[in-house]
């Protein structure tokens, strides 16, 4: 087979989707476009839109094609979510959409059955952030759905199964606070009997695994070669995890920015997981277990920013620092190590401007981002992914409120795409670029110490 250079990466976020090509040589992403992630209000209830994906992803690879070439094919996604499947392989039941609320109807239901923390590491959430209470209100709800269904899909896995017709599971996304899955042992969970699912969850492959070449139909829709490979996928935290734990030795954190911010820390101190603190294990792309924590950074961002001008002046900034201008938790309460707090502010917020909202907003987000560090027992570097990689207020606080040196990632403003790329290389290719892993953060004004510190004191 030809060296594999240019991979093009399906990657689904909460928000958005969107369809890139990634040299992995230069480990940078060639072309990019995107579609929103808008949900489907129903019937039969809040769902995805995997039909309007599937045009948007057919159309993409074949204009990123002829732009720049497409050697192989990754997939990564958000997590929270399957695919039900029939015996043709056709969609059993609409992809319910994680933050409907429908399944807490059914919580108590729902906590009679599932597994200990101690057996899955899933924290116990709201909504249907623990894939099995989807699956569960799911099947309570619908009668007939037990029967129609055939195969569960994790949701990476879905897109894999459309490209190549092969049905799989993989362990980054059964590992991601679903109940479905027990890492200490690499096995299901006894969730899945009982659910009545034994024997339909598609067989567990590796992320890297090449499932096999794209369908004929679909290379004759994306213009593809019909012998293009495409990868089993990747959850998308542990898509931006991936090209540090080749590259790096631990101990070391990585801090994967987006609509969540997902902690992971590899090789840290013991600590006892709090799953009331919304704390759990993740299983990396190789398998182990990750100790981890998060919360919706992004989603909170905008929630606050609500549209205005994201940045500040120094006049701003120092505004924030000198009036101890902050903002404590929890923006949005259903998650995080906060959650159910209601949050406020050290002053009247009405008498902000854009950018002292912005700098408050970034230190807070900082600030809870050091708390969840703290909670997994992180140590070492910390490396930043996504979005907040670019926002220098967040990195310099949370290097001063954690102690340890904080690296922006280099290159994409997200690494999902680039991790999940790095699934389809070959040994050699997967290192290269490793000491462009990040930059330092700046020298840090000394008030950020004393910000920090009244912040923690002054939580309620």
């Known amino acids: 087979m030809a060296a594999i250079r240019n991979v093009g990466v399906i990657d689904i976020g909460k928000t958005n989707a969107k369809v890139a090509v990634v040299d992995l040589e230069q480990r940078r992403e060639l072309g990019v476009l995107t579609r929103p992630n808008t949900v489907l209000p129903g019937p039969p209830y809040p769902h995805f839109d995997l039909e309007g994906h599937w045009n948007f992803i057919c159309d993409a690879l074949r ?108 362990v980054t996304s059964l590992g991601c606070h679903t109940d479905l899955w027990c890492p200490s042992e690499n096995r299901f969970s006894s969730l899945v009997e009982r659910l009545g699912l034994t024997g339909r969850m598609a067989p567990v492959r ?73 704390t759990l294990i993740n299983v990396n792309a190789f398998g182990n277990p990750v100790p981890s924590a998060r919360f919706m950074g992004g989603r909170e961002f905008d929630m606050i920013l609500q549209g205005r001008e994201k940045g500040c002046s120094e006049e701003q900034l120092e505004a924030v ?93 997200t690494g999902t795409s680039i991790g999940a790329a790095l699934l389809s290389a070959d040994a050699q290719a997967r290192q290269l670029g490793e000491t462009r892993a990040g930059k330092p953060a700046a020298k840090r004004d000394p008030r950020l110490a004393n910000y920090a510190r009244k912040w923690r004191e002054q939580l309620r």
């Open 63 to 170: 204009e990123l094609r002829k732009a720049h070439g497409i050697d192989a094919l990754s997939v990564t996604t958000h997590g929270a979510s399957a695919v039900l499947l029939d015996t043709e392989g056709n969609l059993a039941a609409p992809m319910l959409d994680y933050e409907f609320t429908g399944p807490d109807d059914l919580a108590a239901d729902y906590v009679a059955i599932r597994p200990d923390f101690a057996e899955t590491g899933s924290p116990r959430l709201g909504m249907g952030l623990n894939l099995g209470a989807q699956l569960h209100w799911q099947l309570k709800t619908d009668p007939g759905l037990l029967d129609r269904v055939a195969t569960v899909l994790t949701y990476p896995q879905y897109w894999a199964y459309k490209l190549t017709g092969v049905l799989s599971n993989e």
């Open 321 to 413: 620092l000198n009036r101890e201008i902050m903002l404590f938790p929890a923006v949005d309460p259903r998650s995080g190590p906060f959650q159910g707090r209601e949050h406020h502010w050290s002053v009247d917020d009405t008498t902000l401007g854009d950018g002292d909202r912005f700098a408050a907003t970034s230190f807070y987000l900082a600030l809870v981002t050091a708390e969840c560090l703290a909670m997994t027992g992180a140590d070492g570097p910390i490396v930043v992914e996504g979005p907040f990689a670019q926002n220098r207020l967040y990195l310099d606080m949370l290097e001063t409120a954690t102690g340890r040196p904080v690296e922006a990632s280099a290159g994409s403003v």
């Open 206 to 278: 590796k992320a890297g695994d090449r499932l096999g070449p794209i369908l004929p139909d679909v290379a004759t829709r994306t213009g593809l070669p019909e012998g293009t490979p495409v990868t089993c996928g990747v959850h998308d935290s542990n898509a931006s995890l991936y090209p540090h734990l080749i590259a790096r030795e631990p101990p070391f954190s990585v801090v994967s920015t987006g609509t969540w911010v997902i902690v992971l820390a590899i090789g840290g101190g013991e600590v006892t997981l709090d799953p009331s603190r919304d």
